[in-house]
């Protein structure tokens, strides 16, 4: 599908790239101009140099840096080797696939922190249930399918409650009965990048409901995703701060985006191009637990491109301050103009990719 028409770490640098003495809202002085064809280029090299290299707010996550391989070797859904024993132990693992196939879930598989979940080298395809993180950190999972999620509050990737520090990247998701990615009460610090999202209704939902007022602390980035067709929840989002850059969204079935109670979206040049609804941005209000007051929430949108007759639908800012500024929170970011040639980037180099797995050094 990637080819288809607690503890915090460290502060992080963006190897030959940084400088962290000059904050700056687009690529590092010397980045090539098509920034995103080169994005996370480096990642590959070994098979742990993806630990700490996420942009955005989930550019702390390690995942299983520091820990042992681990081996899956069997598709089953649980016992010896599989990769539901790997996620459930307490130690931090590198877990990795030596078979390519589908795996059915029966339940929700747990993972625990310090994990990452890394599917280079194979085509692993997960179905009938999906990952969840519950009150866990520090969790990396890249290049993995998820299709064909059944049951109720069924979700592809679920994350909650308190759960901190995840890098979601390269993974094709598709056809859940309820959403992609869902990320609420009160989990943070996150980043998904080059997904692909296809078949699907309530795609992303940031924010569980008006009652979860501590859902204010979210901190979410989304980069390089291309969003094929899907319904809505571009994300949805209630309370949480949201970034949104360079991403790809069309033929929406309701609407792009959506700011709800309190959010603050950030949206810069992302490439919105509607099919029969046109309208990219919508707001909903609704009544924090805590407030007297209904309220919907603010996007600002800088750089985007609407396409095919796509109408903003942007409501104007109450003030200049009613959405954060990313570089307020990290200093670098690989942006670049929202252009045709984006376009046609994003809609083959995002989701699963028939990569290989990359050799792994010592840890120590």
């Not at 290299?53 to 550019?59: K, T, V, W």
């Not at 992303?204 to 094929?228: Q, S």
Request: contains cysteine.
């Amino acid at each position: 599908m990637g080819n288809h028409n607690s503890n915090r770490a460290p502060p992080y640098k963006f190897g030959p790239y940084s400088d962290q003495s000059a904050p700056t809202t687009s690529a590092p002085i010397g980045y090539p101009t098509m920034g995103s064809r080169l994005l996370y280029s480096h990642v590959d090299i070994t098979l742990r140099s993806l630990a700490g290299q996420a942009e955005g707010f989930g550019r702390f996550a390690v995942g299983g840096l520091n820990g042992a391989v681990y081996r899956v070797v069997t598709l089953a859904d649980d016992g010896p080797g599989s990769l539901r024993e790997g996620c459930r132990r307490k130690e931090p693992l590198w877990i990795v696939f030596e078979v390519s196939g589908t795996i059915e879930l029966s339940s929700y598989l747990n993972v625990s922190s310090y994990k990452t979940v890394d599917g280079r080298g194979q085509r692993i395809k997960l179905t009938g249930k999906g990952l969840r993180l519950k009150e866990c950190e520090h969790v990396i999972i890249c290049n993995l399918v998820f299709e064909g999620g059944r049951g109720h509050d069924v979700d592809g990737i679920q994350i909650k409650p308190n759960s901190m520090h995840i890098w979601i990247d390269r993974c094709s998701l598709s056809d859940y009965d309820d959403g992609l990615i869902d990320i609420t009460r009160q989990s943070t610090d996150i980043t998904i990048s080059r997904c692909y999202f296809a078949n699907h209704d309530k795609t992303m939902l940031i924010g569980a409901d008006p009652t979860h007022t501590g859902d204010r602390c979210i901190r979410i980035t989304i980069h390089h995703c291309f969003f094929d067709g899907t319904r809505q929840r571009h994300p949805r989002v209630r309370f949480g701060k949201v970034h949104l850059y360079n991403n790809y969204t069309r033929d929406w079935g309701i609407y792009a985006v959506c700011a709800s109670v309190e959010s603050q979206i950030y949206s810069q040049c992302n490439i919105y191009e509607a099919g029969q609804k046109k309208v990219a941005f919508k707001y909903y209000t609704e009544k924090a637990a805590d407030k007297a007051q209904e309220c919907t929430g603010c996007i600002r949108s800088e750089g985007d491109l609407f396409v095919t007759g796509t109408q903003p639908g942007l409501v104007p800012l109450p003030s200049e301050s009613c959405v954060f500024q990313p570089s307020e929170y990290y200093q670098t970011w690989t942006v670049e103009t929202a252009t045709n040639d984006l376009k046609q980037f994003l809609q083959n180099c995002t989701g699963w990719q028939g990569i290989p797995r990359p050799a792994d050094l010592p840890t120590s």
